[in-house]
């Protein structure tokens, strides 16, 4: 069975770090492209990042420099590195697995973690 | 950046009633359009991929229709269980960009 575990979120100060974690099972997260999502609180949904399964990574204009996507294949576990954290940057995050190796549905998705960028 | 429009953003109905949903791309995306479900407090939940695919176990009172820049949504008879937020999603270029969702409720 597929699963995807988020876990990191929390409360932090604007200009901090965070280190968000997705870990997966019933699959290799080198076979799928694998998504980050958030959701502001009482909004919408908006693409953060995804890394491709050759590795490849893209991320939103928003976070462009300030965030950065990894993995770790023996740990088969998926990161987003949060830095120079915003108020803007609050939601819960979703880590999201495509449905193959491309840019196609979205199929699983994690539970979510929540980041709250607060003084 | 691809702009999805989707209508309305909240939406009333009846059990039994049927209940559309629309998304405008701001250009065309041929048939890379995902329609997802969110309960509260849930994650989202693949209802229909590439359009007009019902993903597997979801019922098929769940359709979807379009192309190029168009696209329906549609619950042809509503059920109580139904009540969430839908979501539309391109895929066609990054980034990935989703509609804001339309609330539904019933009346």
């Known amino acids: 069975e597929v699963q995807l575990v988020e876990s990191g979120g929390g409360l932090i100060q604007p200009g901090g770090s965070l280190r968000l974690s997705c870990a997966a099972s019933?699959?290799?997260?080198?076979?799928?492209?694998i998504s980050w999502v958030r959701q502001a609180p009482g909004k919408g949904l908006e693409w953060v990042s995804v890394?491709?399964?050759?590795?490849?990574?893209y991320y939103a204009d928003s976070v462009k420099g300030r965030f950065t996507i990894s993995r770790d294949n023996s740990k088969n576990t998926l990161y987003l590195q949060l830095n120079s954290l915003r108020a803007e940057d609050t939601a819960v995050y979703y880590c999201?697995?495509?449905?193959?190796?491309?840019?196609?549905?979205?199929?699983?998705w994690g539970q979510g973690t929540l980041v709250t960028v607060s003084s | 950046d691809i702009q999805m429009t989707q209508s309305p953003s909240s939406l009333s109905a009846s059990v039994g009633d049927r209940v559309t949903i629309t998304c405008q791309a701001s250009?065309?995306?041929?048939?890379?359009l995902n329609w997802y479900q969110q309960k509260p407090g849930k994650a989202p939940k693949l209802l229909i991929y590439?359009?007009?695919n019902l993903e597997k176990g979801v019922p098929s009172r769940f359709s979807g229709s379009g192309s190029g820049t168009d696209f329906t949504f549609t619950i042809s008879s509503l059920q109580p269980e139904d009540i969430a937020t839908y979501f539309c999603?391109?895929?066609?270029?990054?980034?990935?960009?989703f509609g804001q969702g339309t609330r539904l409720e019933i009346k």
């Open positions: 999201a697995r495509h449905v193959d190796a491309s840019l196609g549905p979205i199929d699983y």
């Open positions: 019933g699959f290799t997260v080198m076979s799928n492209y």
């Open positions: 890394i491709y399964s050759g590795g490849s990574t």
């Open positions: 250009q065309d995306i041929s048939k890379f």
């Open positions: 590439d359009t007009s």
């Open positions: 999603q391109q895929y066609d270029y990054l980034p990935i960009t």
